[in-house]
T-cell receptor, first 110, second 114 residues
Framework: GEDVEQSLFLSVREGDSSVINCTYT??????LYWYKQEPGAGLQLLTY?????DMKQDQRLTVLLNKKDKHLSLRIADTQTGDSAIYFC??????????FGAGTRLTVKP | NAGVTQTPKFQVLKTGQSMTLQCAQD?????MSWYRQDPGMGLRLIHY???????DQGEVPNGYNVSRSTTEDFPLRLLSAAPSQTSVYFC?????????????FGPGTRLTVL
């Protein structure tokens, strides 16, 4: 299909790791992105990975890319209540367009 | 820098009314885009602009018009509002293309059409 797919909800306890998964569609996507949307705010770029990479780590964030399966994941270590937000996966396509997933709502319980 | 600003934050319209959603950025970005966000769906591109005087349609352009008379401003016009246009609208800008450069999003306008 042509949809970027994500689970809609994820709930974790504070201090645990969160893993948000995404399946994208275009095997020729150059960049894959993770955006974060806090309540009442616009999307903010969290991190991205270039298609020739398998993994990217940035402090508590780890992005894994499996190009064979077109699977992207975002791991948040030591999840905090401030990480509660909606996380959007996005891919590039047609060289100059982006396609977003529906977003995963992460709830962090104390 | 204020970044990307959008007004109003909330709006309620009756079917058939027209209105303009404002978007401005002070980062001298060439690329600007309008998206709508609906529950359970990803952001969908309505219209975009690659520079002043140039606009083009995105994935869901019907019922919306845009213009880009200056680099800073990119208003979105609803000519005759319909309930199907109830959504949250986001404006975004980037220095380069949408897919090759970081997009900066405004805070959104929540529109309800009765």
């Amino acid at each position: 299909g042509e949809d970027v797919e994500q689970s809609l909800f994820l709930s974790v306890r504070e201090g645990d790791s969160s893993v948000i998964n995404c399946t994208y569609t275009d095997s020729s996507s150059t960049y894959l992105y993770w955006y974060k949307q806090e309540p009442g705010a616009g999307l903010q770029l969290l991190t991205y990975i270039f298609s020739n990479m398998d993994m990217k780590q940035d402090q508590r964030l780890t992005v894994l890319l499996n190009k064979k399966d077109k699977h992207l994941s975002l791991r948040i270590a030591d999840t905090q209540t401030g990480d509660s937000a909606i996380y959007f996966c996005a891919e590039t396509y047609n060289n100059n367009d982006m396609r977003f997933g529906a977003g995963t709502r992460l709830t962090v319980k104390p | 820098n204020a970044g990307v600003t959008q007004t109003p934050k909330f709006q309620v319209l009756k079917t058939g009314q027209s209105m303009t959603l404002q978007c401005a950025q002070d980062m001298n970005h060439e690329y600007m885009s309008w998206y709508r966000q609906d529950p359970g769906m990803g952001l969908r591109l309505i219209h975009y602009s690659v520079g002043a005087g140039i606009t083009d349609q995105g994935e869901v352009p019907n019922g919306y018009n845009v213009s880009r008379s200056t680099t800073e401003d990119f208003p979105l016009r609803l000519l005759s509002a319909a309930p199907s246009q109830t959504s949250v609208y986001f404006c975004a800008s980037s220095y380069g293309g949408r897919a090759t450069d970081t997009q900066y999003f405004g805070p959104g306008t929540r529109l309800t059409v009765l």
